[in-house]
């Protein structure tokens, strides 16, 4: 069967023509005359016997789209919208595609096969509006609606014809969506093209009798901005894809809009670097654009669909409109003379020329006052060239960077005009609507980045924001009130393909991917594009790769900020079991997982796996293995390691393996279609805030002099020094039957020439990875207790010796052990040396109140998931009557206690309130606790917060009793993301990520 895996909303049964399902209201989201549409959307199935829509076997009443090797006829009227026809001609090339037959396409009523295919627009195709007229096609709901399609069997539509599938829009893109829903649905996927998705093949195809209807969308307009695309698109496209015109031109452009129909989107921001010839500047663009039904726009810095950096032909310093108002007024009252009668959204304001300030203005009064003007006069231009009314002329304005905090002055923005929110550079969005300003008529929109260039750090390669943090803040943002407008900046394009899937199926959807189902979007959306031959295994692989890149991206590698002087990670190579050696062990074993599916893989699949799974997980992993490497060679080198040389050298052969899988990238992969697409960092130096340029060894590592002779070396957890020789006080971290967790001995040599070692416990229940070995490779023991042997006790000792190379060592091994409690009669977490450590989705009990939950968001968070409340249109809580989440616990220590909370570092959805909890221990009164009220962007601070991914809250308690404890945190403001959370009882050491969690059950949790 082909299974029709969308994870839409769940098929309904009703007749041919279904009552809609009802939304939550929204506020006004209209341009213009477009007021009320986005109210309801409906899918449904009348065929209650069969759980597909498309299927490969006939069942009575199914409409036979190829049978018997004969396909049915599409039927498109000539006078239709030309997007129309397009989206009727790749349907046909689709059905090929799957079936290798081919649809005859028609626009002949007169001979048709005795099955059609009948695709027209309401009111534009004579054969919709002829099937209306003689009541053989009910269109009622469908009247008026934006963007909206049915499609439904229709038996005997026209003389000649037994069954007509029949696919009508409210309007041209409506229609198109539905023709490309049904390609969809018959397996082709919209990254067909764009990554190579083969689709499977079938002898014949069926459609489900009945009606299944979409629309309007959940979002007005959706689309993507083509930015920075120096490193791959643009070469890609001038050099490859089309050579004649060297240039990103009408034939890419035309790829990106079938792309963007088949997404259900219906925006573009065109690409506008200076090595792009502007949009406008090739007529044929615009042509292309409308042929496509795609509205075109520009960036938050180029108003009035003017590219500045290549359009501007005047001095720099007379883009200023305090100088030269009439220059500039001519220079944007052209363009919107030019483009008048194309849909576009033209956007309002000034800024610099290239995504700087504006040029003039010296204070904020002068620079609110100057673009208020602007805004009065560019709207007489629209009256002008576009629509008397310019109420009902689509216009944004997008208060970026500096510009928010003009808005926030007192900016006056017109009241039909679309505010567009952006988010930080960083997925994380700065801005929410007021109730107040949810009065607006023109509502809102969000400006998304899932890639960037510039500080504090760029990200332009490789796509590591997760699925659920698009979610969380999109799902936000739509909850309140921003409705209107949603753009995704995706940088190159690829190999952004799954975010651009998530965000465009929430702009058409909202109600799609909720808390509930998120952790099943990976899975659905790997089965859209494979069926199910390797769907779980794909959610699986692309679950731990965008944890793993939450964590840190592989483009922020580096600590030091720009212009800081370079130094050594936050990742603990002593503590908490090696953190950046975990790193690397999860990055290895995520390699051999990616290796093994691509391996097994069919050849058709291999070209799509490796563009959307498998470059994307290797290239990271290759990137934390060229980082990490050098900088354990450095460490080693301290420790007087002979293996230093070798650790560089994996660094170096990480760095070439890099390079190796990016040149078959963009020289092998499907036979050099991609040819120049994929740059792993900007050559020749530019952009230098993009620092992936490889580590190089120290000095002292290249004229590291290793003696001849073997030598024994021993480093231990907990400490960076090695164990010196007849050290007496070496001494492992306590390993704690409640957690149950293993600690490491590193061994190795000091020298040249090869020796073997050995290593013999104290007593018998200290157990040991390894007894014996050779130095001649670093070995890393470790160590663990059989907890059914150990004696009782709290202070209870044993050793390890380590001979080798005619030397010995000595290292201690503390274990805790108590007599009661026993660990059977615990629950929750328990305090391991001086910590206890807890991710926030393993609360021990919740109180929801006042309608508002706390729900687990899968998938987001540094080292597992994360916890926020619901709805986040909630009012803020008095901690006294706030719905509450439970950790039980068990502390051996009292006394004073930190308690470290780390929040993903959202912004707060009351501007300037800061990201606000309280929390407690037991009955003690609960303390609020505000995170960045004060947090300026940019500043450092806000710096780490997004690159590390993480901002700490911080407060001082104190327990009295050894025993059960109960934390509590109370909501104080919706948008707070708990991510994990570190009791300090005076044993927390420095680290990146946080102790690993203190689980009571017989095992130390480890991250997933």
């Not at 039927?75 to 595609?97: G, H, M, P, T």
């Amino acid at each position: 069967m082909v299974a029709f895996m969308r994870g839409h909303k769940e098929n309904e049964l009703a007749m041919v023509n279904p009552k809609p399902r009802k939304r939550v209201a929204a506020t006004q989201l209209a341009f213009g005359a477009l007021l009320v549409f986005f109210a309801l959307k409906s899918v449904t199935l009348a065929n209650p016997t069969d759980q597909t829509w498309i299927h490969d076997r006939y069942v009575k009443g199914d409409f036979s789209l190829v049978r018997q090797s004969q396909a049915a006829d599409i039927l498109v009227s000539s006078e239709d919208f030309k997007v129309v026809q397009i989206a009727a001609q790749n349907f046909a090339e689709d059905v090929e595609l799957v079936t290798g037959k081919k649809p005859a396409l028609s626009s002949d009523a007169s001979h048709l096969f005795r099955y059609a295919v009948i695709v027209g627009t309401l009111g534009k195709s004579p054969f919709i509006d002829s099937l209306v007229h003689s009541s053989k096609l009910n269109v009622e709901q469908l009247r008026g609606l934006w963007e909206s399609f049915v499609i439904v069997t229709v038996p005997r539509p026209m003389p000649n014809v037994e069954m007509g599938l029949v696919i009508v829009g409210s309007d041209r893109r409506g229609t198109a969506f539905g023709v490309f829903e049904l390609s969809q649905a018959i397996g082709v996927s919209p990254w067909y093209w764009w990554a190579d998705v083969p689709p499977t093949h079938h002898v014949d195809l069926f459609v489900a009798g009945g009606t299944r209807r979409e629309g309007p969308p959940s979002v007005q307009y959706r689309g993507i901005f083509l930015n920075d695309e120096d490193l791959g698109l643009q070469p890609w496209a001038a050099k490859t894809f089309d050579p004649q015109l060297g240039d990103i031109g009408p034939k890419t452009y035309a790829r990106v809009f079938e792309l963007l129909l088949r997404l259900k989107a219906n925006t573009l921001w065109p690409a506008m670097h200076g090595c792009t010839k502007a949009f406008n500047l090739y007529p044929d663009n615009k042509v292309v654009a409308d042929d496509y039904a795609i509205v075109m726009g520009s960036s938050h810095a180029e108003p009035m669909l003017r590219n500045n950096v290549t359009e501007w032909t005047d001095k720099p310093e007379n883009y200023d409109y305090t100088k030269n108002a009439d220059g500039v007024r001519k220079y944007w009252e052209d363009r919107a003379a030019q483009n008048g009668r194309y849909e576009s959204i033209f956007t309002l304001g000034m800024r610099g020329i290239h995504d700087s300030p504006i040029v003039g203005p010296k204070t904020q009064p002068e620079r609110i006052k100057v673009l208020e003007q602007i805004f009065s006069d560019q709207r007489a231009m629209l009256a002008r060239h576009v629509n008397p009314d310019a109420t009902k002329v689509a216009q944004i304005f997008c208060p970026y960077k500096e510009v928010l905090a003009d808005y926030r002055a007192g900016l006056k923005v017109p009241d039909d005009v679309t505010i567009v929110w952006p988010d930080d550079n960083f997925g994380y969005i700065r801005y929410f609507p007021t109730a107040e300003e949810l009065q607006r008529p023109g509502g809102f929109g969000v400006y998304y980045h899932i890639s960037y260039l510039g500080g504090p750090l760029s990200y332009l390669w490789l796509d590591t924001t997760p699925p659920a943090l698009i979610w969380e803040e999109m799902s936000k943002a739509y909850d309140h009130g921003v409705r209107k407008f949603w753009m995704l900046n995706v940088g190159d394009l690829k190999p952004g393909e799954i975010s651009i899937s998530l965000f465009m199926q929430m702009g058409w959807d909202i109600s799609r991917w909720r808390p509930d189902n998120l952790n099943q979007f990976l899975e659905r959306w790997a089965a859209s594009q494979f069926e199910n031959r390797y769907a779980r295994e794909i959610a699986g692989v692309m679950e731990e790769y965008y944890r793993l890149g939450f964590a840190r991206k592989p483009e922020f590698l580096q600590w030091n900020l720009v212009n800081e002087k370079p130094r050594r990670s936050d990742l603990t190579p002593a503590d908490y079991g090696d953190e950046a050696q975990r790193r690397l062990d999860d990055y290895e074993a995520l390699m051999t997982r990616v290796d093994r599916l691509y391996n097994k893989a069919s050849s058709p699949d291999k070209d799509a796996l490796f563009e959307l799974i498998v470059y994307p997980v290797r290239a990271a992993a290759l990137a934390n293995r060229r980082y990490f490497m050098f900088e354990k060679s450095t460490e080693y080198l301290a420790q007087g390691r002979a293996s230093a040389i070798e650790w560089a050298r994996r660094a170096q052969n990480a760095d070439a393996r890099m390079t190796a899988e990016t040149d078959y990238y963009n020289e092998k992969l499907g036979n050099g279609k991609w040819r120049r697409m994929m740059t792993i960092e900007p050559p020749n130096g530019q952009w230098q805030n993009m620092r992936m340029t490889t580590p190089r060894a120290s000095t002292a590592l290249a004229q590291m002099d290793v003696p001849e002779p073997a030598g024994l070396g021993v480093a231990i957890e907990g400490r960076v020094e090695p164990v010196k020789p007849n050290e007496q006080d070496a001494t492992l971290p306590v390993l704690n039957v409640f957690t149950r967790e293993t600690r490491f001995v590193d061994i190795f040599n000091t020298g040249r020439s090869p020796a073997r070692w050995s290593a013999k416990a104290s007593h018998p229940w200290i157990k040991l990875s390894r007894i014996a070995g050779d130095l001649k490779d670093d070995t890393r023991l470790n160590v663990s207790i059989d907890w059914v042997r150990a004696p009782k006790g709290e202070n209870i000792s044993g050793a390890i010796e380590i001979d080798g190379a005619g030397a010995s060592r000595t290292v201690k091994i503390p274990i805790f052990n108590p007599a009661k409690p026993r660990p059977e009669e615990l629950q929750g977490f328990v305090e391991s040396n001086g910590v206890v450590s807890i991710e926030a989705e393993h609360f021990t009990g919740k109180i929801d109140r006042s309608g508002s939950s706390w729900r687990v968001i899968p998938g987001l968070g540094r080292t597992g998931d994360s916890v926020a409340v619901f709805p986040t249109t909630g009012t803020s809580f008095n901690p006294v009557s706030a719905p509450v989440l439970e950790y039980e616990f068990h502390a051996f220590t009292t006394g004073r206690v930190n308690a470290v909370v780390n929040i993903v570092p959202t912004h707060p959805i009351l501007a300037g309130r800061g990201l606000r909890y309280a929390i407690g221990f037991d009955d003690q009164p609960p303390q609020v606790v505000i995170v960045g009220a004060d947090l300026q962007i940019p500043s450092r601070p806000w710096s780490l917060n997004v690159i590390n991914s993480s901002t700490v809250g911080t407060s001082t308690h104190e327990i009295k009793t050894v025993g059960r404890h109960v934390l509590k945190i109370y909501a104080v403001d919706p948008g707070v993301v708990l991510d994990k959370i570190v009791l300090d009882l005076g044993g927390l050491r420095p680290s990146y990520l946080g102790p690993l969690e203190t689980l009571v059950g017989g095992f130390m949790k480890q991250p997933r």
